[in-house]
């Protein structure tokens, strides 16, 4: 993605120093959604003090489908943007003449390479130049209420520096620790935590018992990710004298740290995931859903043995149902309105990243050790200590400081067309229901596409061993099987109830490998020998047999027929066997209670009992809500709330009175795929 395309009038004259473009239109980045946010520009040539710089006043924002805030945000109106530091070569570079002819377009193929130099045009700058410290600090003010954050930014970064230069800032210690404070929560509300927790210090190396400062810098490093600092300066701000302190916020902040560090260090996310799947109210839309901490304590990255690349492995043993990890996205997208289009937030969460990257070394660090579309066979093993809470607090330093803000590494480094390479690599969009989301399978189809880090290092497998529900921007990972210490993590990147026959090779060569997982090898092996039922299986699978009552009956005569074939495998093969034709066996079933009274052409007995078939499902696809509905609905295996609780239980970590709401809300046939299947039988006359 990534690419900034500027329209210059033809009449502008080339060149860098002293070169001129009037009236030329930037169309920030966004390949795949290429016209989404119109800026207009005027680029003028700079006043050499500042060499090789092409300085752009940007008049007005028009034409976007991004709220005129953010647009704002990344190029306000009257903003002053620059290319700083290129050579006429790099500039020629990185502006492309896209279509030459009477409206050339240019093209910026590193848009961090842009950066606000103000926010305020020339007029009004010269007028701020002139102001005193004071009046800088009115008009800071007056421009943070008015939530133009990037505008005070810059004046009370004015403000401070008029301070500093006054020669003695003993004088002015107070004005200049309020300066550094005010220009903190600018930047907490800007989500540049760095430069907010850098202010801070600033601001208490000047008066170490300012409980403002002190309350933001726990704010800090809260976002920070380091919530054991965090809470250790929160707690000390609260015996201080903060005018924050107003209605607990203090204490509220501190209580919020302390959840999070709990969470992060013990996995202690009982009560938050419990609320979340109970209360209709807490999770109706993905977009109100609670924020949490991240949670890895139990794995690491491992370079594989078998040719996969790296992979997420276990440094503990787990036991089916425990916590392995929670991930929260690196950026993330919502369908909003009918609008939207997944190319649309696939522009966004891309945009996003890069404005991440922009803003920390440290998120380009990390996003950099994922793979993009060319490096399929990465072997470079990152260190855990880039990702992760308590980084700083655990290894006994300082957090970052300004040296992780973008301006200080090389700018050439966020490359934004391989940001978008790398999301399309390894980015996860809901478009379906083949990973085992079981909180969107209760909420209600909620459509979304992101890039969460450490489960991007997550290998599949047809025989997973994790399951995933996502609250929010949190990517839960439960274990569904029990794990040993140095056991691979895997999850399903398909619908593992395909058969590898119908689907699931297809799928996996789609993703560009072969999957070799035991499934696979058993299906293979058995590939020959099952040809002729496997391609009538498929067949009617495709023809809908949901549907069409005579498929059904077709693939119900095909369960005997396995089962003659499969009668001397092992039990795992025999599983794995009924599971990729399971579809033939619910057949069986459902023709065997339809057809009572009238001809039956198939007999009870000819195929294991519903409870065997539950118990092969469950060895293939535990912990996964659609294996549930199959047995409850279509294999008519009674459930008890207890062995619901326990296999709910297997897919988030859930006591019995969560597996009873959530067994209510099923039999309520709430589940969006039973709504979905119930218009369709309903269409079909099959349902009223
Ligand atoms: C999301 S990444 C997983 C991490 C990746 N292995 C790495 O080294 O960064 C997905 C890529 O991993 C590889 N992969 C995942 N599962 C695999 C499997 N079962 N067999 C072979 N390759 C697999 C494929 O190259 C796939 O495109």
């Given at each position: 993605?990534?690419?900034?395309?500027?329209?210059?009038?033809?009449?502008?004259?080339?060149?860098?120093c002293?070169e001129l473009?009037?009236?030329?239109?930037?169309?920030?980045?966004?390949?795949?959604?290429?016209?989404?946010?119109?800026v207009?520009?005027?680029?003028?040539?700079?006043?050499g003090?500042r060499?090789?710089?092409?300085t752009?006043?940007i008049h007005?924002?028009?034409?976007?489908?991004?709220p005129?805030?953010?647009?704002q945000?990344?190029?306000?109106?009257?903003a002053?943007?620059s290319?700083p530091?290129l050579s006429a070569?790099?500039?020629?570079n990185r502006?492309v003449?896209?279509e030459?002819?009477t409206?050339?377009f240019?093209?910026?193929?590193?848009?961090?390479?842009?950066?606000v130099?103000?926010?305020?045009?020339?007029t009004v700058?010269?007028?701020?130049?002139?102001?005193?410290?004071?009046?800088?600090?009115?008009?800071g003010?007056?421009?943070?209420?008015?939530k133009?954050?990037d505008?005070?930014v810059?004046?009370?970064?004015?403000?401070?520096?008029k301070?500093?230069a006054?020669?003695?800032?003993?004088?002015d210690?107070?004005?200049?620790v309020?300066?550094?404070?005010?220009?903190?929560?600018?930047?907490?509300l800007?989500?540049r935590?760095?430069?907010?927790?850098?202010?801070c210090?600033?601001?208490?190396?000047?008066?170490?018992?300012?409980?403002?400062?002190?309350?933001?810098?726990?704010?800090?490093?809260?976002?920070?990710?380091?919530?054991?600092?965090a809470?250790?300066v929160?707690e000390?701000?609260?015996?201080?004298?903060?005018?924050?302190n107003?209605?607990?916020?203090?204490?509220?902040q501190?209580e919020?740290?302390?959840?999070?560090?709990?969470?992060?260090?013990l996995g202690n996310y009982?009560?938050?995931?419990?609320k979340?799947?109970?209360s209709?109210?807490?999770?109706?839309a993905?977009?109100?859903a609670?924020?949490?901490?991240?949670?890895?304590?139990?794995?690491?990255?491992?370079?594989?043995?078998d040719g996969?690349g790296?992979g997420?492995f276990?440094?503990?043993?787990?036991k089916?149902?425990?916590?392995v990890?929670?991930?929260?996205?690196?950026?993330?997208?919502?369908?909003?309105?009918?609008?939207?289009t997944?190319?649309?937030?696939?522009?966004?969460?891309?945009?996003?990243?890069?404005?991440?990257?922009?803003?920390?070394?440290?998120?380009?660090?990390?996003?950099?050790?994922?793979?993009?579309?060319?490096?399929?066979?990465?072997?470079?093993?990152?260190?855990?200590s880039?990702?992760?809470?308590?980084?700083?607090a655990r290894?006994?330093?300082?957090?970052?400081?300004?040296h992780?803000i973008?301006?200080?590494?090389q700018?050439?480094?966020?490359?934004?067309?391989r940001?978008?390479?790398?999301f399309?690599?390894t980015?996860y969009?809901?478009?379906?229901?083949?990973?085992?989301?079981?909180?969107?399978?209760?909420?209600?189809?909620?459509l979304f596409c992101?890039?969460?880090?450490?489960p991007?290092f997550?290998?599949?497998?047809?025989?997973?061993n994790?399951s995933?529900?996502?609250?929010?921007?949190?990517?839960?990972?439960?274990?569904?099987?029990?794990?040993n210490?140095?056991?691979?993590?895997?999850?399903?990147y398909i619908?593992?109830?395909?058969?590898?026959?119908?689907?699931?090779?297809?799928?996996?060569?789609?993703?560009?490998f072969?999957?070799?997982c035991?499934?696979?090898?058993?299906e293979?092996?058995?590939?020959?020998?099952?040809?002729?039922?496997?391609?009538v299986?498929?067949e009617?699978?495709?023809?809908?047999s949901f549907?069409?009552p005579?498929?059904q009956r077709?693939?119900a005569?095909l369960?005997?027929?396995?089962?003659a074939?499969i009668?001397?495998?092992s039990d795992?093969?025999?599983?794995?066997?009924?599971?990729?034709?399971?579809?033939?066996y619910?057949?069986?079933?459902m023709?065997i209670?339809?057809?009572a009274?009238s001809?039956i052409?198939?007999?009870?007995?000819?195929?294991p009992p519903p409870?065997?078939?539950a118990?092969?499902?469950r060895f293939?696809?535990p912990?996964?809500?659609?294996?549930?509905c199959?047995?409850?609905?279509e294999?008519?295996?009674?459930?008890e709330?207890?062995?619901f609780?326990?296999?709910?239980?297997?897919?988030?970590?859930?006591?019995?009175?969560?597996?009873?709401?959530l067994?209510?809300?099923?039999?309520?046939?709430?589940?969006?795929?039973q709504?979905?299947?119930?218009?369709?039988?309903?269409?079909h006359g099959?349902?009223?």
């Amino acid at each position: 993605m990534a690419d900034v395309q500027a329209a210059a009038a033809t009449s502008s004259r080339s060149g860098l120093c002293g070169e001129l473009f009037h009236d030329a239109f930037l169309i920030p980045w966004s390949p795949s959604a290429p016209l989404r946010v119109c800026v207009g520009l005027q680029l003028q040539a700079d006043s050499g003090v500042r060499y090789n710089r092409v300085t752009l006043h940007i008049h007005h924002a028009a034409s976007s489908d991004t709220p005129p805030s953010s647009v704002q945000r990344l190029y306000p109106k009257g903003a002053m943007v620059s290319f700083p530091g290129l050579s006429a070569k790099d500039f020629s570079n990185r502006l492309v003449h896209r279509e030459p002819g009477t409206f050339p377009f240019l093209t910026v193929k590193v848009p961090s390479m842009l950066q606000v130099l103000s926010f305020f045009p020339p007029t009004v700058m010269v007028t701020f130049q002139s102001m005193d410290s004071s009046q800088l600090k009115d008009q800071g003010n007056y421009h943070f209420r008015q939530k133009n954050y990037d505008g005070a930014v810059q004046l009370y970064g004015m403000c401070i520096d008029k301070l500093v230069a006054s020669g003695d800032p003993a004088i002015d210690a107070k004005s200049l620790v309020l300066a550094y404070c005010n220009r903190a929560q600018c930047f907490l509300l800007l989500g540049r935590w760095i430069e907010a927790y850098d202010d801070c210090i600033k601001a208490l190396e000047l008066d170490p018992h300012h409980g403002k400062s002190s309350f933001r810098l726990g704010k800090a490093l809260h976002h920070m990710q380091e919530y054991s600092l965090a809470c250790d300066v929160l707690e000390k701000t609260g015996e201080r004298n903060c005018p924050e302190n107003t209605g607990g916020v203090v204490a509220e902040q501190l209580e919020k740290s302390r959840t999070f560090l709990a969470q992060s260090t013990l996995g202690n996310y009982g009560e938050f995931l419990q609320k979340y799947l109970t209360s209709a109210e807490s999770c109706k839309a993905g977009h109100n859903a609670p924020e949490c901490s991240e949670y890895l304590e139990p794995v690491a990255i491992r370079l594989t043995p078998d040719g996969k690349g790296r992979g997420l492995f276990a440094t503990k043993d787990l036991k089916a149902g425990s916590l392995v990890l929670v991930s929260n996205a690196m950026a993330m997208a919502r369908w909003k309105n009918s609008k939207d289009t997944f190319r649309s937030l696939q522009g966004d969460v891309v945009t996003e990243l890069v404005q991440r990257c922009m803003r920390s070394k440290a998120d380009l660090q990390r996003l950099d050790t994922l793979p993009d579309s060319s490096q399929s066979k990465r072997t470079d093993v990152p260190s855990m200590s880039l990702f992760g809470p308590n980084q700083a607090a655990r290894a006994g330093v300082e957090p970052p400081q300004g040296h992780a803000i973008i301006r200080d590494c090389q700018l050439e480094d966020v490359d934004a067309e391989r940001i978008e390479r790398i999301f399309l690599t390894t980015g996860y969009a809901s478009d379906g229901e083949h990973r085992s989301d079981l909180a969107r399978a209760l909420i209600g189809a909620d459509l979304f596409c992101g890039l969460w880090l450490l489960p991007s290092f997550i290998n599949h497998s047809c025989f997973s061993n994790l399951s995933q529900i996502d609250v929010g921007r949190a990517a839960f990972f439960h274990a569904t099987r029990d794990i040993n210490a140095g056991d691979e993590l895997t999850v399903s990147y398909i619908d593992a109830h395909d058969s590898w026959a119908l689907y699931r090779r297809q799928r996996c060569s789609q993703f560009g490998f072969e999957c070799h997982c035991k499934r696979c090898a058993v299906e293979a092996a058995y590939d020959e020998k099952i040809k002729h039922i496997s391609s009538v299986y498929t067949e009617n699978m495709v023809y809908n047999s949901f549907i069409d009552p005579g498929a059904q009956r077709f693939l119900a005569g095909l369960a005997p027929q396995i089962e003659a074939v499969i009668q001397d495998a092992s039990d795992e093969e025999k599983y794995i066997i009924q599971t990729a034709y399971i579809a033939a066996y619910v057949s069986y079933y459902m023709e065997i209670r339809s057809s009572a009274g009238s001809s039956i052409l198939i007999h009870e007995g000819e195929v294991p009992p519903p409870a065997s078939l539950a118990r092969a499902l469950r060895f293939c696809v535990p912990g996964h809500y659609k294996t549930i509905c199959r047995l409850r609905d279509e294999l008519y295996v009674p459930l008890e709330v207890s062995d619901f609780c326990s296999w709910i239980g297997s897919d988030c970590g859930q006591n019995e009175q969560t597996g009873l709401e959530l067994l209510r809300r099923m039999e309520a046939g709430t589940w969006p795929w039973q709504i979905r299947m119930n218009k369709q039988m309903a269409q079909h006359g099959l349902r009223n």
